[in-house]
């Protein structure tokens, strides 16, 4: 499994080097396959997160008040943590509103978006290099599977999210600190009282 989880972060990081979009296809498949065996969300349970995911996207994309905005959401259990930037206070609420309007199947929005200017290119890169040194630190440690805990990084600060025990949560976090160029992690787990078998 660590094989398949490790060729998914190269195949990733190969994209974000290349930009090469037939190696990010192959990366979401053998991702997907990886996720849903290993997941602690049934199969009903990741699918409600997907489509909740392409709701949310659709949001964005299809409003022209939000177009001068860079939004970035991920869902887990029907919980949106929500990052980017907004040019207004105004734009943001505005959007906050879209979402719990239109996005009836959510049961929690994390807004962390701040009001500055959009991030420019280099920046989104560092991040998604933070993102993927975080995950390949994931893959060296036998305290919980990599698919469980899912990772986020927006201007150098690192989102957690799945459901996890405390002591799962706090080698996640840990291990996410150490990784290169990290300001702060943030923790947005769901806690489990035993770890399932």
């Keep these: 499994m660590k094989k398949v989880i490790l060729l998914c972060t190269l195949l990733v990081s190969s994209y974000i080097l290349s930009s090469c979009s037939p190696i990010v296809q192959g990366a979401a498949a053998v991702t997907?396959?990886?996720?849903?065996?290993?997941?602690?969300?049934?199969?009903?349970?990741?699918?409600d997160d997907k489509n909740l995911d392409f709701t949310l996207s659709s949001i964005v994309n299809k409003d022209e008040i939000l177009e001068?905005?860079?939004?970035?959401?991920?869902?887990?259990?029907?919980?949106?943590?929500?990052?980017g930037e907004s040019p207004s206070a105004e734009a943001r609420d505005y959007l906050e509103k879209q979402i719990k309007r239109k996005a009836t199947k959510?049961?929690?929005?994390?807004?962390?978006?701040?009001?500055?200017?959009?991030?420019?290119y280099l920046s989104r890169t560092k991040d998604g290099v933070i993102t993927v040194q975080i995950e390949t630190l994931f893959l060296n440690q036998e305290v919980f599977h990599p698919t469980h805990v899912r990772v986020m990084t927006e201007r150098r600060t690192v989102y957690l999210m799945g459901s996890v025990t405390k002591r799962e949560a706090e080698h996640a976090t840990n291990?996410?600190?150490?990784a290169k160029n990290v300001d702060k992690v943030v923790k947005l787990f769901n806690y489990l009282l035993v770890r399932p078998a």
Excluded: C, W
Aim: aromatic share 4%; net charge positive; charged share 20%.
């Design 68 to 83: 001068d905005m860079h939004i970035n959401f991920m869902v887990y259990n029907k919980a949106v943590l929500m990052v």
């Design 175 to 178: 291990l996410a600190a150490k």
């Design 32 to 47: 997907t396959v990886a996720t849903m065996s290993n997941d602690r969300r049934s199969a009903g349970e990741i699918i």
């Design 106 to 120: 959510m049961k929690q929005l994390i807004n962390e978006v701040a009001i500055m200017p959009n991030t420019g």
